[in-house]
């Protein structure tokens, strides 16, 4: 029985950490949203880890928060320890790791989604998507019920025919229990999108009673407390402590001796894993040589007594399980509440994306998350966040939000998926940004918050906030360059003391704040005119002044880079009809439809040499002549 | 409507014969403007794959035998009508020879044109060799063509080594700073230095081997110095009688420098005879000082010429003054009349001394020991890695200086991320000389390098 409910615009499917920053975004730009999840109950679920941040991930959620995402927020309100992970390693490394309580954080965001105007929360299935010319008409349910839209962002995470495997033994699940979406993929399938196949898992549960914390190490969060949003202000505190253990020869041995009861080594698996996140038992594999393993034992929340175990993921049966964590160091005892278990998912081929997260080959359809082939909370948030954007946008017919490599992390992630693809779960890394210098967590704020205020999703006071905050790090950097300090007994001692040369002369302050070896708070008491500066104003009148010269670099390099972004290659062109290209780049080229020189560029297959071509091709008379884009001019 | 263009098609330098290349729907009839063949018959009635016999004409006056060889659209390299004008390969004539067909309505090709058009008109099917534009990014030239083995040889693998290593570090911090609960051990700063320091002693020794050979390849821009009379020309005559091609010396009437190249048992030198150094008010003469100065500051080598039959003067010592930091040969001429000259005047930095005597035609063998020496150009391994040209040489350039920076980011105790940061741009710039990764620079800088004639 077919029933069609009034229009909307925009329908998000799955209420994961895509789609609640998808709905947040598209409903607070004015579109009227639809969110619909499998069930209530698992809006903005942690399936996995209790936490979120850490290396490069805690640069998406400053970044989601500096565009206007609600993830810092949240994660702010809810958290239970926080650290700074990598501090002495230099800021563009520097990330921020908060353990969260699971359900707070999911209680805390289905408020903020049932209070948001123009959203429409939905418990339903949603099993097909209505296209007419190409273009996304509705959404229909599993009671078969219709949704008339303009634009559906897919956020299914691990749900698209999710199948869970422990042992030998495997049945169709959603994460943490769910029932699996049905119907979905070949319906997609049907529409032209390629589907494949990815695999994640997640370690096991256990209780807080069974462990002797005598035989683990203690893990503290930090002292002063950096919070994820620009936004939070207040005294932040730890609430909880953190676990570490360790794997050791027994332990290694009882898993490599289950290897054949593994699903992923008995070939039962065909979806690919990811390789930053391996399974204990990949680890035991893989490196072979390497003595123990660490594991991080965490609160899952302040109301339960459930502990994760990190780095401990595996899909070996449950009595293997059992054994393998018995011979660990203080859990000799440990009673699992809930299984490790590898669960296989349907995700897209992301190649298929434009860097709104648009199909190019459908108007109004939007992929994010673990439905566009990565991992992690934070990659799925900030990809929903664009595509929330994006869908809202087009329907208002205003130019589309494209985040390059060089403006953020973000930016990085999407076109990494968009451009390279990716064959395993994607997740993000500092290492995958050659501009981190000036990516950094600390400057997500003024790199992207004019963005947001722009769209429309940052407030007029953290706006004005922001420009205060501006003006106060001009001013301390302009004073530094005025400024004289002078040499004095106290400051050598301390020059010395820091392992830097001692001043024969007068100083400008500016030269001082550049020794790597000095920093801000240092020579305070030799700089008496100096004001009195909040840390993130001081960090980055610091940050600014030290690494002056490769932040010069950097966006030399950045101008160099958007220059070849800048030629644009048209959707329609049929790379095969340019002679001069190699067969493998005409190919990939046009599988992948790049939209720019630049990211022709970084298809693998396609040679320097085959960028000469295109660019040369580019110059040519045939190029400005090409095919417009006429469908569309017609309409 | 495309432009006619020309340019020279064979290396700068000297040879039995130059090729200039004309292409465009004008070429035909350009070429007849300048061209008197000796049949009497124009060019224009020539069927492609076509040649004549004849001289290149400025107005009335002959300036070279030549060959123009006919090809018409779109038999051709181009795919358009194409003249070839095959003349002497003296550097000046061959020049000469480009200016007046320039004259007769050809533009000047920009680099890289021929080939440009080849590709726009369908006549470079890429897969002839390869692709046309992996060609291109080895510059085109013999020179360079021989270059494109070594990349694939020695060279080759000796970048890959470098940036092997270099990517092997990079990819230990990146994983130290991704997964800092993993305990992955720091990198080692004495281990990071060590590796860092052997990447650039390793392009340190590439940049000096092309060094060496660009002087073998290309010649060596020598000047010659000295006061009025000191026989500036006597040596220019002694080293042009050395040579076996034809050598023209043209006096620029704009310009003060008289150029000539000449080869010494092999040695090819690209001689700058620099007239005017001295103070003047005469603005003609100043334009000449002006390039006097620039030839000095390109110079791979001076010569002094010094006259023995003189005593030190004043004008000596003010010329003597410019040359330091300059690698000098001191030439003193006329060693066969009476030694009036005190050469324990001549300042230190003088790197040789050699006598030479224009009259009895000795010195000239000295003079070549002396160059050799001095340039070290017999220390030159004809098997080691070289870089193939001016484009590879600047990565390397770049490689070097961000490992030199990564270094000091290290030694001053930057944190790093910043070690990380330049380890990994020259990792970039490595690639770039390997042609493994493009920017826009590198396209640029390849069709702007590449042998305008190919």
């Known amino acids: 029985m077919i029933y069609e409910t009034e229009a909307y615009d925009i329908a998000v499917v799955g209420a994961g950490h895509a789609g609640c920053e998808a709905a947040l975004a598209a409903a607070r730009l004015g579109l009227r949203t639809l969110l619909f999840t499998i069930s209530l109950d698992g809006i903005a679920n942690l399936p996995c880890n209790p936490s979120i941040g850490g290396t490069a991930k805690g640069h998406l959620v400053r970044e989601i928060d500096a565009l206007g995402g609600e993830m810092g927020r949240a994660a702010d309100q809810t958290f239970l320890q926080s650290r700074m992970l990598n501090l002495g390693k230099g800021p563009a490394v520097h990330s921020l790791r908060a353990q969260i309580d699971r359900v707070q954080y999911h209680n805390l965001m289905k408020k903020n989604l049932e209070q948001q105007d123009n959203l429409f929360v939905k418990q339903a299935e949603i099993i097909d998507i209505r296209v007419e010319d190409r273009r996304v008409t509705g959404v229909v349910t599993k009671l078969g019920t219709v949704y008339p839209v303009k634009a559906a962002i897919l956020c299914c995470g691990t749900y698209l025919n999710g199948l869970i495997h422990i042992g030998g033994v495997h049945y169709e699940s959603g994460p943490d229990g769910c029932v699996p979406a049905k119907g979905l993929t070949e319906n997609l399938q049907q529409l032209g999108i390629e589907m494949r196949r990815f695999k994640t898992g997640t370690p096991s549960r256990v209780h807080k009673r069974s462990i002797d914390f005598s035989g683990l190490e203690r893990q503290q969060g930090d002292e002063e407390i950096t919070p994820f949003s620009f936004e939070t202000t207040g005294k932040l505190e730890n609430k909880v402590d953190c676990y570490i253990g360790y794997t050791n020869d027994e332990t290694h041995r009882v898993i490599r001796e289950n290897l054949d009861r593994s699903p992923l080594y008995g070939g039962l698996i065909e979806g690919v894993g990811p390789r930053y996140c391996p399974s204990i038992e990949d680890k035991v594999v893989r490196f072979a040589d390497k003595e123990r393993h660490q594991l991080f034992i965490e609160p899952m929340g302040l109301d339960t007594e459930e502990m ?66 990565t ?139 550049r020794r790597p070896q000095v920093g801000y708070p240092d020579f305070a008491p030799f700089d008496p005119g100096r004001p009195v500066l909040p840390r993130e104003i001081w960090e980055q009148v610091e940050v600014e002044i030290k690494y002056e010269g490769y932040i010069r670099r950097q966006l030399s390099q950045v101008a160099e880079m958007r220059k070849l972004e800048q030629k644009p290659l048209p959707l329609e062109l049929d790379y095969a009809k340019i002679a001069g290209l190699r067969l493998e780049a005409q190919e990939k080229l046009n599988k992948i439809k790049p939209l720019s020189v630049g990211q022709a560029s970084r298809i693998s297959g396609v040679s320097p040499a085959d960028i000469s071509v295109l660019l040369l091709w580019l110059s040519s008379p045939f190029a400005r002549g090409g095919d417009p884009r006429t469908e569309d001019e017609e309409e | ?202 392009l340190e020794k590439l940049l000096r081997q092309f060094d060496s050979g660009r002087l073998v390849r290309s010649g060596i821009r020598t000047v010659i110095v000295g006061k009025p009379n000191v026989g500036k020309s006597t040596l220019m005559n002694l080293l042009s009688g050395c040579q076996k091609s034809i050598v023209t010396e043209i006096a620029g009437t704009t310009r003060d420098v008289i150029e000539e190249t000449v080869q010494i048992d092999g040695l090819i030198l690209n001689l700058a005879d620099t007239a005017g150094m001295r103070e003047t008010e005469d603005p003609v003469e100043q334009a000449g000082v002006a390039l006097s100065a620039r030839k000095l500051e390109q110079a791979d080598l001076v010569l002094a010429l010094f006259d023995s039959s003189l005593p030190f003067s004043a004008e000596d010592e003010q010329l003597i003054g410019r040359l330091e930091g300059k690698k000098t040969i001191a030439v003193i001429n006329k060693t066969d009349l009476v030694q009036r000259l005190d050469e324990r005047l001549l300042p230190p930095y003088f790197d040789q001394i050699v006598r030479i005597s224009a009259k009895q035609e000795t010195g000239v063998k000295d003079l070549h020991n002396a160059i050799t020496h001095l340039l070290k150009i017999s220390d030159l391994d004809p098997n080691a890695p070289m870089l193939a040209n001016e484009r590879q040489r600047r990565a390397a350039v770049t490689a070097r200086q961000y490992i030199a920076e990564a270094k000091d980011a290290l030694v001053s105790g930057m944190t790093l991320d910043a070690v990380t940061i330049s380890a990994e741009s020259a990792v970039e710039a490595l690639l770039e000389l390997t042609g493994e990764r493009v920017t826009d620079a590198v396209v640029d800088e390849v069709f702007s390098h590449f042998c305008v004639g190919k």
């Not at chain 1, 669960?343 to 939007?366: A, H, M, R, S, V």
């Not at chain 1, 799925?380 to 060089?406: C, F, H, S, T, Y």
């Not at chain 2, 004539?93 to 480009?98: A, D, N, P």
């Not at chain 2, 040889?153 to 990819?171: E, H, N, P």
């Open chain 1, 308 to 373: 994760y175990l990190q780095g401990m993921s595996s899909s070996l049966p449950e009595d293997v399980q059992i054994a393998f964590l018995h011979t660990i160091r203080g859990l000799e005892h440990v009673e699992i509440m809930r299984n490790a278990y590898a669960i296989e998912y349907d995700c897209c081929n992301p190649q298929q994306l434009l860097p709104t997260l648009e199909f190019k080959q459908l108007k109004g359809l939007y992929g994010a998350g673990q439905f566009n082939g």
């Open chain 1, 375 to 513: 991992s992690g909370y934070e990659e799925a948030a900030a990809q929903g966040l664009v595509a929330g954007i994006n869908a809202a946008l087009a329907i208002m017919g205003k130019e589309p939000l494209v985040l390059d490599r060089a403006s953020s992390y973000i930016g990085t992630l999407i076109d990494d998926i968009t451009v390279k693809g990716c064959s395993d779960p994607y997740r993000m890394m500092t290492s995958r940004s050659e501009y981190r210098l000036i990516l950094r967590q600390d400057n997500a704020d003024q790199r992207l918050t004019p963005i947001g205020y722009r769209l429309g999703l940052i407030s007029e006071s953290r706006w004005r906030h922001l420009q205060d905050k501006l003006r106060q790090i001009a001013a301390e950097k302009a004073r530094l360059g005025q400024v004289n300090i002078r040499p004095s007994a106290g400051l050598n001692a301390l020059l010395e003391q820091k392992g830097t040369s001692p001043l024969t002369g007068g100083i400008k302050g500016i030269d001082l704040l």
């Open chain 2, 1 to 202: 409507m495309e432009k006619t263009i020309a340019a020279i098609a064979t290396p700068h330098a000297v040879g039995g014969i130059a090729v200039i290349r004309v292409s465009g729907p004008d070429a035909i009839a350009v070429c007849d403007r300048c061209f008197q063949a000796v049949s009497g018959r124009p060019l224009s009635v020539l069927s492609g794959y076509h040649a004549a016999y004849g001289t290149v004409m400025d107005g009335r006056d002959p300036v070279d035998e030549a060959v123009a060889l006919v090809y018409r659209a779109p038999k051709s390299y181009t795919g358009e009508d194409v003249v070839e004008i095959s003349c002497h390969g003296g550097i000046y004539i061959t020049q000469e020879v480009l200016r007046i067909i320039l004259r007769s309505g050809a533009v000047p090709a920009a680099a890289g044109e021929f080939t440009k058009r080849a590709f726009l008109n369908g006549r470079l099917s890429l897969t002839q060799a390869e692709a046309v534009m992996d060609l291109i990014a080895s510059q085109g030239q013999q020179s360079a063509r021989a270059a494109v083995t070594a990349m694939q040889g020695a060279l080759y693998r000796q970048i890959s080594d470098v940036k092997d290593s270099l990517v092997a570090v990079c990819g230990h911090l990146s994983a130290w700073a991704d997964y800092p609960e993993e305990e992955i051990p720091a990198v080692g700063q004495e281990s990071l230095l060590q590796t860092l320091s052997a990447a650039e002693s390793t």
